[in-house]
């Protein structure tokens, strides 16, 4: 070891270069503590006094706490002078942080490795977590005065190693290696004797150990413990930890298309795969040109396979070869881990974090995953599991050799069919009697259309939609044509299905060409033609019966690469560029104004903006609630995504901005931050490009509130504070409020109390100035949290109660649910517990039935706290258990961190809740 290096995991320790520094008893070793413990954060210097002097503060603590940190400077580094501030310790005025690394503080590798175990296998988790665990010496406090070691900053990291010794249990339990956990958890256990979920790891690794007698033994006496010395009877997890599995059940995800109804023909490939597909745990690249039949033998063989595969399928098109770009890795990821059960505000932002966090989920799955249309190996890798035995199916006009040397993928290429095997196509599509009665023109037929999947498929279409011709006049017809298929296969075959279309068809099937892939939907084909929905519904079946379009899924339409490709060329010389212009606008109106109702719908925050009325023959689609509004954004994501990156590369710079103001909420849901600073950026860039200060002011904002998400504070607020000069420029009342609220939310976040509550209460007073009742309330009620964590519960009544009267006034149940469990946090820092109480049981009830689970959850713990408060031990267990239960479901360390909490409060009176839900 080289440099200065930290142990916290125990009694502090400092070493400098391999030789160990005494750290002074007292007050300087309780200070290095305190700020390891809070490693990379300012600890602010009113933490710093409490911890050091509690009530006792001295006038001149100020002074000492400086003293103590020249004091730690020059221990740690003796050549200092003494107005320098070194390497290590610095301080801003408000307080002091240690400037540490993984590679200089154990605590800080403490947590690398627990999250490199997280995203690990079972197997490979049980060695990093042993590892992890491997670095404690001690409790954190443990050498510390008496009365500093109950702090919160010291409790909560024995909480943290209790969280990991539960998750090490877990992934030795799922691994089948219990006895090497055994020590751990009797240890840990002897340590947490109320902490049921623990007490049940013990009792698993117990029964999987072979030692049911000791664990039946041990359940006795958890038992016994609760009863007789809580009084609160045990809850499930100790009646099943006898019994359950290891491992919790989790999604199982069915995506995989529809197979075709008329497949026919591959049967040396199928056979090849099927037999491929009985080994589990490998990958097959399905490689040829386009049209030749990749995806239909994909889905047809992955249906044939599901049974095979218990744990569920996944199905993505990664759009390789379309117009626009492939679809990145990411998103995919972000899509199949929403699949696997992660809720989308667990989803990891770094591409590595969401493709280890997916590949754990995999590694105890057997699974079938088809990868639809790829491009390139580097668009699959993210996507490939790391063990276990699923199987991986992708498809790609490429031959992909990269997968090939590094993953072992086995390449199947296809080719025509055969004569056979494309007569077999027809007969399925058109009856064995129809072709047996033509073997001539049969023939012909296969042989005119180069025997390519596609190409026979469109003449059977046309055929079937014309069964009194003969199959000899259709070949006859294709024989006039412009001249044999060319190297794309099908061309002739597709331009005489065309001609065969009405005008009206015709015209859809090129205009598809101007949507932005990878599918659409009946209204937007609707506004896309500029025709009623009935109309558009009939021409799309004259399409689909034509097999000219796919219906992929029910009421979304696929257009085929190669089609696209050919209704492109038949746009560009059919349609002048006037008409095509004004069909694209048609669809940015369509999908902008849509969204502006969906984002109307969906929140109640929305900073207004004056659109123009939407072109002729526009209809946007009616969405009638919230959730109507959500089911529609699942629905389009994908291409609104596309529409956002065509409708920047095409200088629609309105459009651009405009959809960016109207999506950013919806993006929130998802978790999907990373994305919407992108398409901020994007917003920036055209507002600039208009110089229009209006689309700026809301582009910035737009910018600043993702990057407040992404926690990239100085950007954040670099933003946010020129949206709020440019929305103070135009005299734009609501902008003013929203900017300035967003800024508090900022500081609030920071801890910065005195600049949020300033902040607050001027986007408060900017609220009332427009007579926004909704923003009103939620000022109010952030006025009201801030002054209760200022220490100002009795100030903080009034607006707390202000702020339940209007949401309960406008019906606003989220917001209502918000407010009263924040005059719940302020009556229960008045010591007023039943009040509390009181509060916190309406804010249940109206978040009972929300899809905000995260806010009843975080109320039930407080409700838990404020009943132990009042001594009603059994009702504060019960609301842990259900805040805990609602938290398994998207933050499980947070349900752990809860239980761990709950098992050490029952033993006292002295806890105090932590945050109170905000209507965001």
Request: aromatic content about 6%.
């Amino acid at each position: 070891m080289s440099g200065v290096a930290f142990g916290v995991l125990g009694p502090v320790r400092v070493w400098r270069d391999d030789a160990e520094l005494r750290v002074a008893a007292g007050q300087p070793s309780v200070l290095l503590t305190l700020l390891l413990a809070q490693a990379g954060a300012t600890v602010p210097l009113t933490e710093i006094v409490d911890v050091l002097w509690g009530e006792d503060e001295p006038p001149t603590a100020v002074n000492i706490v400086q003293r103590h940190v020249g004091v730690l400077r020059r221990l740690l580094e003796p050549e200092l002078g003494r107005r320098e501030t070194g390497r290590w310790l610095f301080g801003d005025g408000s307080g002091y942080r240690m400037d540490v690394s993984a590679d200089s503080l154990d605590l800080l590798r403490f947590r690398r490795l627990a999250d490199e175990a997280r995203m690990a296998a079972p197997e490979p988790a049980v060695a990093l977590f042993a590892e992890a665990l491997a670095l404690w010496r001690g409790s954190v406090a443990a050498a510390l005065p008496l009365e500093t070691q109950s702090h919160p900053a010291f409790t909560s990291l024995d909480r943290e190693r209790l969280t990991v010794v539960k998750e090490y249990a877990t992934a030795a339990l799922r691994s089948g290696r219990a006895e090497r956990i055994l020590l751990e958890l009797r240890t840990t256990a002897e340590r947490h004797p109320f902490d049921e979920p623990l007490q049940a790891l013990l009792i698993q690794a117990l029964v999987s150990a072979g030692q049911q007698a000791e664990a039946v033994r041990v359940r006795g006496e958890v038992v016994r413990r609760l009863r007789d010395e809580l009084g609160v009877d045990p809850g499930p997890e100790l009646g099943e930890a006898l019994t359950r599995p290891a491992a919790p059940l989790e999604a199982t995800p069915a995506q995989l298309p529809s197979d075709l109804a008329a497949f026919a023909g591959r049967a040396d490939e199928l056979a090849r795969l099927l037999a491929f597909g009985d080994d589990g745990g490998r990958v097959a690249a399905i490689v040829g040109m386009g049209g030749i039949g990749k995806t239909t033998l994909a889905v047809h063989l992955a249906h044939r396979l599901a049974g095979r595969y218990p744990d569920g399928q996944l199905y993505a098109d990664l759009r390789g070869f379309g117009p626009g770009e492939p679809v990145a890795p990411g998103e995919v990821l972000a899509t199949f881990l929403e699949a696997l059960g992660v809720p989308p505000d667990r989803i990891p932002v770094r591409l590595d974090a969401r493709a280890a966090l997916y590949r754990s989920h995999l590694a105890r799955r057997r699974m079938l995953i088809l990868l639809d249309n790829a491009r390139e190996a580097g668009q699959i890798r993210p996507l490939l599991p790391g063990a276990g035995g699923s199987l991986v199916l992708i498809t790609s006009r490429h031959r992909l050799p990269a997968l090939v040397t590094t993953h072992g993928a086995v390449p199947v290429q296809l080719g025509e069919v055969s004569e056979g095997e494309a007569r077999q196509i027809l007969s399925r599509r058109l009856g064995d009697a129809r072709v047996a009665a033509e073997p001539e023109a049969v023939k012909d037929l296969v042989e005119r259309c180069g025997r390519l999947p596609l190409a026979l498929a469109v003449m059977a279409a046309r055929a079937a939609m014309n069964p009194s011709f003969r199959l000899a006049d259709l070949a006859a017809e294709l024989r006039t044509g412009a001249g044999p298929l060319d190297a794309v296969g099908g061309t002739d075959v597709f331009s005489w299905s065309y001609a065969a279309l009405t005008p009206d068809a015709a015209r859809l099937f090129r205009l598809l060409t101007l949507h932005p892939p990878p599918d659409i939907g009946l209204p937007a084909i609707a506004s896309l033609i500029a025709a009623g929905r009935r109309d558009a519904r009939a021409l799309v079946d004259e399409l689909t019966d034509a097999s000219l379009l796919i219906e992929r899924v029910p009421g979304r339409y696929v257009l085929h690469d190669l089609l696209r490709s050919y209704a492109g060329e038949l746009a560009e010389a059919a349609d002048p560029p006037a008409d095509r212009a004004a069909a694209r606008l048609r669809v940015l109106d369509h999908y902008l104004h849509t969204a502006r109702v969906a984002a109307e719908r969906y929140t109640t925050t929305l900073i207004p903006v004056a659109l123009p009325e939407p072109g002729p023959g526009v209809t946007p689609e009616a969405i009638g609630d919230r959730e109507q509004a959500l089911a529609w954004f699942d629905r389009e994501q994908p291409v609104l995504r596309e529409l956002l990156r065509l409708a920047a590369a095409t200088g629609h710079h309105r459009h651009t901005w405009q959809l960016v103001w109207s999506l950013e909420f919806f993006l929130d849901r998802l978790g999907h931050f990373d994305e919407a600073a992108a398409f901020a950026r994007m917003a920036v860039a055209a507002a600039g490009e208009l110089a229009d200060p209006v689309a700026q002011a809301h582009a910035h904002r737009s910018l600043g509130r993702a990057f407040n998400k992404l926690r990239r504070d100085e950007a954040a607020r670099t933003h946010l504070e020129l949206s709020l000069r440019l929305f103070t420029g135009q005299g734009d009342g609501n902008g003013v409020a929203s900017s300035l609220n967003y800024i508090g939310f900022l500081a609030e976040r920071q801890g910065h109390w005195a600049e949020a509550l300033s902040y607050s209460e001027r986007a408060l007073e900017a609220y009332r100035r427009i007579d926004d009742l909704v923003g009103q309330a939620m000022g109010l009620n952030a006025v009201g949290n801030i002054l209760t964590e200022m220490g100002q519960p009795r100030r903080a009544l009034n607006p707390c109660r202000q702020a339940l009267r209007i949401f309960q006034d406008l019906d606003d149940k989220h917001g209502e649910g918000a407010a009263w469990d924040s005059l719940g946090y302020t009556h229960f820092h008045l010591g007023e517990v039943e009040e509390a109480i009181a509060c916190y049981r309406n804010a249940i009830e109206l978040f009972r039935d929300s899809p905000a689970r995260n806010t009843e959850a975080i109320i039930l713990d407080h409700l838990g706290q404020a009943h132990l408060r009042h001594g009603a031990r059994q009702e504060a267990y019960e609301a842990w258990r259900r805040s805990a239960a609602i938290y398994d479901q998207f933050d499980p360390a947070t349900a752990e961190l809860i239980r761990g909490r709950s098992a050490q409060a029952l033993q006292s009176t002295t806890a105090m809740p932590s945050r109170s839900a905000r209507k965001a």
